[in-house]
């Protein structure tokens, strides 16, 4: 069995990428600044997403949790990552004091989201619909609904368009695949690494 896991950090890369555009430009006829130690960068990196992440999601004090997911045969390797990913936060909001909603299906997910209750949406995709399939991927996902105002051009004017959607705050993912049988507590204990990685974002105490 092979897990491989990735974390949505578009601010810690924009924050690497600045620091190194920063020293590679220095006035003209000075010698260029020294540069700052790795180490140094990664710690600010990781102390400036933690500090994002805990104000956007801080305040969640009742989540709702929906998945995503084409699959609903029993048995189903989909299904299995569902429920255990339905577990979890369970188990991870009870401990944090946070009230969870369960949505059950795509109306319930729908209204609750747009009457602006927080949800973490497990998407998944599978290769095939039996605990045998070969590959699968799960993206861990914390949005909420957003409605603003945005500035587009018209013609050569530009005018005001009222904008709705989900606004994506965290994300984590996990591909795994298996020659044979996905083991479900392996299973298990991945996805459980995927929720946790949420509610320690939000900086909660488990």
């Known amino acids: 069995m092979l897990f491989t896991r990735g974390l949505t950090s578009l601010l810690a890369a924009s924050l690497l990428l600045g620091g190194a555009a920063s020293r590679a430009q220095s006035p003209q006829g000075q010698p260029p600044q020294a540069p700052l130690p790795q180490a140094d960068e990664a710690l600010l990196a990781r102390q400036a997403l ?3 992440n805990q104000a956007n999601l801080g305040d969640w004090q ?3 949790v929906y998945c995503d ?3 609903d045969e029993p048995g189903s390797l989909a299904r299995m990552i569902c429920d255990a990913a339905i577990v979890q936060t369970r188990r991870a ?3 944090a004091r946070v009230e969870l909603y369960l949505a059950q299906s795509p109306e319930a997910f729908g209204m609750t989201s747009t009457a602006g209750l927080p949800y973490l949406v497990a998407r998944i995709a599978t290769t095939g619909p039996r605990r045998s399939a070969g590959a ?3 993206s861990l996902r914390a949005v909420i609904a957003y409605r603003g105002t945005v500035t587009m051009l018209a013609g050569r004017e530009r005018v005001e368009r009222e ?3 989900d606004l994506l705050l965290w994300e984590a993912t996990m591909t795994g695949s298996a020659a044979d049988r996905v083991p479900a507590r392996e299973l298990e204990t991945a996805v459980r690494q995927l929720v946790d990685g949420f509610f ?4 909660a105490t488990r």
């Open 136 to 138: 699968f991927h799960v």
């Open 93 to 95: 909001a009870e401990a």
């Open 50 to 52: 933690a500090w994002r």
């Open 200 to 203: 320690a974002a939000r900086g």
């Open 163 to 165: 904008r709705r959607g």
């Open 62 to 64: 009742r989540i709702g």
């Open 69 to 71: 997911f084409v699959d």
